[in-house]
């Protein structure tokens, strides 16, 4: 079983900066994507970035474009979202994604979020 944990969230004045990290844990062959998304309030589950193997342009939401950067360390199976000129509207509980293959197959787990307050 894949597990994912995030870190890094906080509460942060507008203008500031936040580096989110999510570590994979588990029996690992590959994870093939990863994906950083927030949920608001009363909000649907939207995603903010996401990066795939092989492919050396991320996708980033219009949202954000110009301010987020998602990077990954293979060798520790992290992703890293780097947001910079946070806005109050960027409050949302951050939540990353991978899809991969484990001792298990084929797998798709997500973290169980983290908490991103900005300040006005």
């Known amino acids: 079983q894949v597990r994912l944990v995030e870190s890094g969230g906080g509460l942060v004045q507008a203008g500031g900066s936040l580096r989110l990290s999510c570590a994979a844990s588990?029996?690992?062959?590959?994870?093939?994507?990863w994906g950083w998304y927030r949920q608001a309030p009363g909000k649907q589950r939207d995603l903010v970035a996401s990066i795939t193997n092989g492919d050396d342009r991320p996708n980033y939401a219009d949202s954000v474009n110009g301010r987020v950067t998602i990077s990954k360390d293979d060798e520790t199976s992290t992703v890293f979202l780097q947001i910079n000129n946070l806005k109050p509207e960027d409050t949302a509980v951050y939540y990353c994604v991978a899809r991969g293959y484990s001792d298990s197959g084929n797998f798709a787990s997500w973290g169980q979020g983290t908490l991103v307050t900005v300040s006005s």
């Open positions: 588990g029996i690992i062959f590959s994870i093939n994507k």
